[in-house]
């Protein structure tokens, strides 16, 4: 491994290496913000880590702050120390490549028809990239920024897939655009990128075994009238309508593709939204769902989201991954409501799938017996109307019960009232016609 800045090349053994101004220091710089002592690079085995070398001392790795961690130095990182940058590089990777000098040309974003040339610096970063392997975060803070396997490359793939300018993001006015240069390919969410692919928040970047979360830097949103301007501007303008400023669109709340629901260890219960079609699962900070749990890896599990398909990978977990029991030993497919246990940990996989809801319940509705059809009455004639009504004959007082009321066409007469039988007379009479029978089969 060596440290380079500029002319400056310093082979790193075992042992300390302090970067700074003192006269004694393995990389010595200057600078009005830079320490005597400002970071030591420290080998023993392994990668190299580097850390501040007193507090306060402010030191970035790929435009991050390490804060007062050690972080290990991987080939292509670039270390920040007051301004000043140094390249991080391994020969045995790096082969014949040349390392790049430390002054970048000033210059306008290239266009993207084809490998650029220099990185330009930008005036603000646009996006970040986030290692799914190992959480790193790099800066998308200059144009082309190039991904590959040439120390070179703002991010160094050290994959023997990964060409040696694999890829190159390019920083647009309306967004970042991810650019192929590659023979092997680089994939977005699974899938493989046919020349560019405009970069949305949350998409993962795969170049040979390496992965990458590209997260946008949020633009500033344009201020709008400032309040009661429109009764103002009314008041001045008489006989105008009003100004009124538009009402900022409310933005669309996205609908969860799943959701991963934590049934044991200190996350029970916890239930974690699934928005992008690569979800990864482990101890670190980095991951999409994160189990805080000793049995679980740092990076453990990886759900994918292929051609309308859930699967799962395990990433060469320590304590291994489980589906519905069975132990995951290549890609294998996820079912709704599938169990998936994570070391320890315990989780059910519940997919949102586009499906109408069933009702609570099956009501049988009554069947509907048509009604008999009414026939209308016919519309009388002119004639008819002018015919005078047939009179009843006219019936004698006490003749009523003899000769009962013929009704009239067109008259409703009232219901003629039920007689009811007197119990009484009804049983003498049958006690009469007794009595008559008996004195008959005695007289004979």
Do not use: C
């Not at 023993?44 to 804060?67: D, E, F, K, L, M």
């Not at 023979?183 to 993962?204: C, E, F, M, S």
């Not at 069933?358 to 049988?364: G, Q, Y």
């Amino acid at each position: 491994m060596e440290l380079v800045y500029g002319a400056q090349r310093v082979s790193v053994a075992a042992g300390e290496y302090v970067i700074g101004s003192e006269p004694g220091a393995a990389l010595r710089l200057t600078g009005d913000s830079l320490l005597p002592r400002h970071a030591v690079v420290q080998a023993s085995g392994g990668h190299p880590v580097i850390r501040a070398a007193v507090p306060g001392a402010v030191v970035a790795v790929n435009g991050a702050s390490i804060g007062a961690d050690p972080t290990p130095l991987l080939h292509g990182d670039r270390i920040g120390v007051a301004g000043h940058e140094i390249i991080v590089t391994d020969p045995v990777q790096a082969g014949a490549t040349r390392a790049i000098a430390t002054a970048r040309p000033t210059a306008p974003s290239l266009p993207f028809a084809g490998p650029s040339g220099p990185a330009a610096a930008l005036g603000e970063p646009t996006g970040r990239l986030v290692s799914l392997t190992d959480g790193r975060e790099y800066q998308v803070a200059v144009a082309p920024f190039v991904l590959g396997r040439d120390a070179e490359a703002q991010i160094v793939i050290g994959s023997p897939d990964a060409s040696r300018r694999h890829a190159e993001i390019v920083s647009l006015p309306d967004g970042d655009v991810l650019v192929d240069l590659s023979a092997n390919g680089t994939y977005v969410n699974g899938q493989r990128v046919a020349n560019r692919h405009r970069l949305k928040a949350l998409d993962v970047i795969r170049i040979g075994s390496e992965e990458f979360r590209y997260y946008p830097v949020p633009k500033p949103v344009p201020v709008g009238a400032p309040a009661g301007a429109e009764f103002r501007l009314g008041d001045t303008l008489m006989g105008l309508p009003s100004f009124k400023t538009p009402a900022a669109p409310v933005p669309a709340v996205e609908r969860p593709l799943a959701h991963v629901r934590v049934k044991g260890g200190a996350a029970k219960g916890q239930r974690f939204a699934v928005r992008t079609a690569v979800v990864n699962i482990g101890r670190a900070e980095f991951n999409d769902v994160r189990l805080p749990d000793p049995s679980v890896s740092s990076s453990h599990a990886k759900i994918l989201l292929r051609e309308g398909v859930w699967s799962l990978t395990d990433l060469g977990s320590t304590n291994g991954t489980t589906v519905d029991g069975l132990t995951v030993t290549e890609e294998v497919a996820l079912s709704p409501g599938a169990t998936i246990t994570v070391g320890d940990v315990s989780l059910s996989f519940e997919p949102q799938d586009e499906r109408p809801a069933a009702p609570a319940r099956t009501t049988v509705l009554p069947k509907a017996v048509p009604a008999e059809p009414v026939p209308a009455e016919p519309a009388p004639s002119p004639r008819a109307e002018a015919r005078p009504l047939p009179q009843p004959p006219r019936v004698a007082p006490g003749d009523a019960a003899l000769n009962p009321p013929r009704p009239v066409p067109g008259s409703i007469l009232p219901a003629e009232p039920v007689r009811r039988s007197n119990p009484v007379l009804l049983a003498g009479a049958i006690v009469v016609l007794i009595g008559a029978l008996a004195l008959l089969v005695l007289y004979f």
